[in-house]
């Protein structure tokens, strides 16, 4: 079943036939519908107006669009390696058993597809998944058997139980954000106060840098767009958390909404902003309507919307636009092409989007933990902020620690504290490494515990993942190649043959069919994605790779066999399908190559 044409036109009206809202229309389209038809496609591209290949290659773009039917109930189990940890391939065998269906496919009579995602945003309560969109965690067999039960009765989702989304937010220490008692429109009237660019002046003198990654100075940005040529400018606040490991945003979200949007206010009054977006990751749906309230809330309160507090010259509203599953769409100008309701590929740079970002306006787009900091650095001012951290490296930082530790959760601590510090208060045993910063980060061994989190040592966008010594970090590395694959926008080819190569030779390896030329390979590959990707995915996706070999080459060759090259014909390999008709899969099924 598809739209109506008049239905298909009313919706478009309500999103007042505006190209750039298409992934939002796309995204009501398959609620609705549950998938995305090719005449809902006709449809929406002659109503905006915009060929029809837009259209097709936007929908066909992101993950969570389907372009042709799928289940009524779409199971999506977390593919993130702190799940897999937890017994999450088990779990999904599990339910796919209950509805004789394999993973990726629709069951015979379309009521249930299962198959993976990335990441939930949930590592700290995994394993988890998602069912037509809605989060579901801390999943075991008895929860498997509930979901399978209620699919098989095809109990609406809003009548299934609400224990089963219940998210909570695991904090274990906080400190300046997550204590952060703040009236909303406090920093807002600090800033009308100081004036414009004395509030970038004292942002400036915090040293505040960018938390979801690359550290930029904060006030640079504001400063650079203020003083871009154009009349409209743009704040964004980048929800967008897709790296694995990293849940410290939906925290801030679901408690301190309120300092954010009050963040993203007081940088529209200083760069003289009109127009704001959230652009909020699609795993946390859960998370729209707490959002929306609170916008309603602020507008009702004139602290968004038309003069606010009371200041006929500032005017500034926020929109909430929902991502679609794009990984990529955490690099700014990716995000902002997919605002623009376009694919998310990142834009060539220069020029940058503090002067050409959203509609080619001049545009802040900065991450919500960089946002709550600003609003309280107006509030409070920039000693208050550096009177933690180092020199360098000022105020704190949330860490999302999941993975091997007793105490998963939000960690906020001043910049400059040691891993093993921050092992120590998870309660960590037996570390083997802690990949830092998401698979695009760093992986340390033991010997690099006594590092620093902070810009000059280990800088960190808050991912904290920790692996035991019962863990082989071959197989932690070929989770993480499969995301780089599978999250790759296919726009350039060093990424989407690279990232394809390189989990090919990872899969081989943990499977025992490696060669140590598989291992050479890995490595120029590696270095290649690193200096050819158009963008920062295709630069760090051979990261865990290049880390895992240098310090944890052991667990590589324990499953590589002796010799450089292998046979182009697998006959095990061959035998499968004969194995998937009969129905074994034991041991004599199989070919050994050493057998006599």
């Given at each position: 079943?598809?739209?109506?044409?008049?239905?298909?036109?009313?919706?478009?009206?309500?999103?007042?036939?505006?190209?750039?809202?298409?992934?939002?229309?796309?995204?009501?389209?398959?609620?609705?519908?549950?998938?995305?038809?090719?005449?809902?496609i006709t449809e929406i591209a002659q109503g905006l107006g915009v060929p029809r290949a837009r259209v097709e290659g936007t929908a066909g773009f992101y993950s969570f669009f389907a372009t042709e039917p799928r289940g009524q109930y779409r199971v999506l189990f977390s593919d993130n390696i702190t799940d897999e940890m937890l017994g999450s391939h088990a779990l999904r065998d599990a339910l796919c058993r209950a509805f004789d269906v394999h993973p990726g496919e629709v069951s015979r009579d379309g009521l249930v597809s299962v198959?993976?995602?990335?990441?939930?945003?949930?590592?700290?309560?995994?394993?988890?998944?998602?069912?037509?969109?809605?989060?579901?965690?801390?999943?075991?067999?008895?929860?498997?058997?509930?979901?399978?039960?209620?699919?098989?009765?095809?109990?609406?989702?809003?009548?299934?139980?609400?224990?089963?989304?219940?998210?909570?937010?695991?904090?274990?220490?906080?400190?300046?954000?997550?204590?952060?008692?703040?009236?909303?429109?406090?920093?807002?009237?600090?800033?009308?106060?100081?004036?414009?660019?004395?509030?970038?002046?004292?942002?400036?003198?915090?040293?505040?840098?960018?938390?979801?990654?690359?550290?930029?100075?904060?006030?640079?940005?504001?400063?650079?767009?203020?003083?871009?040529?154009?009349?409209?400018?743009?704040?964004?606040?980048?929800?967008?958390?897709?790296?694995?490991?990293?849940?410290?945003?939906?925290?801030?979200?679901?408690?301190?909404?309120?300092?954010?949007?009050?963040?993203?206010?007081?940088?529209?009054?200083?760069?003289?902003?009109?127009?704001?977006?959230?652009?909020?990751?699609?795993?946390?749906?859960?998370?729209?309507?707490?959002?929306?309230?609170?916008?309603?809330?602020?507008?009702?309160?004139?602290?968004?919307?038309?003069?606010?507090?009371?200041?006929?010259?500032?005017?500034?509203?926020?929109?909430?636009?929902?991502?679609?599953?794009?990984?990529?769409?955490?690099?700014?100008?990716?995000?902002?092409?997919?605002?623009?309701?376009?694919?998310?590929?990142?834009?060539?740079?220069?020029?940058?989007?503090?002067?050409?970002?959203?509609?080619?306006?001049?545009?802040?787009?900065?991450?919500?933990?960089?946002?709550?900091?600003?609003?309280?650095?107006?509030?409070?001012?920039?000693?208050?902020?550096?009177?933690?951290?180092?020199?360098?490296?000022?105020?704190?930082?949330?860490?999302?620690?999941?993975?091997?530790?007793?105490?998963?959760?939000?960690?906020?601590?001043?910049?400059?504290?040691?891993?093993?510090?921050?092992?120590?208060?998870?309660?960590?045993?037996?570390?083997?490494?802690?990949?830092?910063?998401?698979?695009?980060?760093?992986?340390?061994?033991?010997?690099?515990?006594?590092?620093?989190?902070?810009?000059?040592?280990?800088?960190?966008?808050?991912?904290?993942?920790?692996?035991?010594?019962?863990?082989?970090?071959?197989?932690?590395?070929?989770?993480?190649?499969?995301?780089?694959?599978?999250?790759?926008?296919?726009?350039?080819?060093?990424?989407?043959?690279?990232?394809?190569?390189?989990?090919?030779?990872?899969?081989?390896?943990?499977?025992?069919?490696?060669?140590?030329?598989?291992?050479?390979?890995?490595?120029?590959?590696?270095?290649?994605?690193?200096?050819?990707?158009?963008?920062?995915?295709?630069?760090?996706?051979?990261?865990?790779?290049?880390?895992?070999?240098?310090?944890?080459?052991?667990?590589?060759?324990?499953?590589?066999?002796?010799?450089?090259?292998?046979?182009?014909?697998?006959?095990?390999?061959?035998?499968?399908?004969?194995?998937?008709?009969?129905?074994?899969?034991?041991?004599?099924?199989?070919?050994?190559?050493?057998?006599?």
């Amino acid at each position: 079943m598809t739209l109506p044409t008049t239905a298909i036109g009313g919706l478009l009206q309500r999103h007042r036939n505006d190209p750039s809202r298409l992934v939002q229309i796309l995204r009501d389209v398959q609620d609705a519908n549950g998938f995305i038809s090719p005449r809902d496609i006709t449809e929406i591209a002659q109503g905006l107006g915009v060929p029809r290949a837009r259209v097709e290659g936007t929908a066909g773009f992101y993950s969570f669009f389907a372009t042709e039917p799928r289940g009524q109930y779409r199971v999506l189990f977390s593919d993130n390696i702190t799940d897999e940890m937890l017994g999450s391939h088990a779990l999904r065998d599990a339910l796919c058993r209950a509805f004789d269906v394999h993973p990726g496919e629709v069951s015979r009579d379309g009521l249930v597809s299962v198959g993976t995602t990335s990441c939930t945003g949930l590592c700290d309560q995994g394993p988890a998944l998602l069912v037509n969109g809605r989060a579901i965690g801390r999943l075991d067999p008895a929860r498997i058997g509930v979901i399978a039960a209620l699919i098989r009765g095809k109990t609406p989702l809003d009548r299934w139980p609400a224990e089963l989304f219940e998210v909570t937010d695991m904090i274990h220490r906080a400190d300046l954000l997550l204590d952060s008692a703040l009236k909303p429109g406090e920093a807002i009237a600090a800033a009308m106060e100081k004036g414009p660019q004395a509030v970038i002046d004292e942002v400036k003198k915090s040293n505040l840098r960018g938390r979801g990654g690359a550290g930029f100075s904060t006030a640079t940005k504001w400063d650079a767009c203020r003083v871009a040529p154009g009349p409209e400018r743009v704040v964004v606040c980048n929800a967008d958390e897709g790296e694995p490991g990293t849940f410290k945003d939906r925290v801030l979200l679901r408690r301190h909404a309120e300092l954010v949007v009050e963040g993203m206010t007081v940088c529209a009054y200083a760069v003289g902003a009109q127009a704001g977006f959230i652009y909020l990751r699609g795993e946390y749906l859960f998370l729209r309507d707490h959002l929306e309230a609170v916008l309603q809330a602020r507008r009702d309160a004139r602290l968004l919307g038309q003069s606010i507090r009371g200041q006929k010259s500032f005017d500034f509203d926020i929109e909430l636009h929902l991502g679609a599953g794009a990984y990529v769409c955490g690099e700014e100008s990716a995000l902002i092409e997919s605002l623009e309701g376009k694919r998310g590929i990142p834009r060539n740079r220069p020029p940058y989007p503090v002067t050409h970002g959203y509609k080619q306006r001049p545009t802040v787009v900065n991450n919500v933990e960089t946002l709550a900091a600003a609003a309280l650095i107006v509030k409070h001012g920039a000693g208050w902020f550096t009177a933690k951290g180092t020199p360098t490296s000022s105020g704190t930082k949330i860490h999302s620690v999941s993975g091997d530790v007793a105490r998963p959760g939000l960690y906020e601590l001043p910049w400059g504290v040691t891993i093993a510090e921050l092992l120590d208060l998870s309660g960590a045993k037996n570390t083997q490494a802690v990949q830092v910063g998401g698979p695009s980060g760093v992986c340390l061994a033991g010997d690099g515990f006594k590092r620093k989190l902070a810009f000059e040592d280990v800088p960190t966008a808050g991912a904290f993942m920790v692996f035991d010594n019962s863990r082989a970090m071959v197989e932690v590395a070929e989770n993480f190649a499969r995301f780089f694959k599978h999250e790759s926008c296919g726009f350039c080819t060093p990424c989407r043959v690279g990232t394809a190569l390189m989990h090919r030779a990872m899969e081989r390896i943990v499977h025992g069919r490696g060669t140590k030329r598989d291992l050479k390979e890995l490595k120029y590959i590696a270095q290649l994605l690193k200096v050819s990707s158009h963008c920062g995915l295709g630069h760090t996706a051979g990261n865990p790779v290049l880390d895992t070999l240098e310090r944890f080459r052991p667990s590589y060759q324990r499953r590589i066999r002796s010799f450089d090259v292998l046979p182009s014909f697998d006959l095990d390999e061959a035998l499968a399908p004969a194995r998937e008709v009969t129905g074994r899969d034991d041991p004599d099924a199989h070919f050994a190559e050493d057998a006599p």
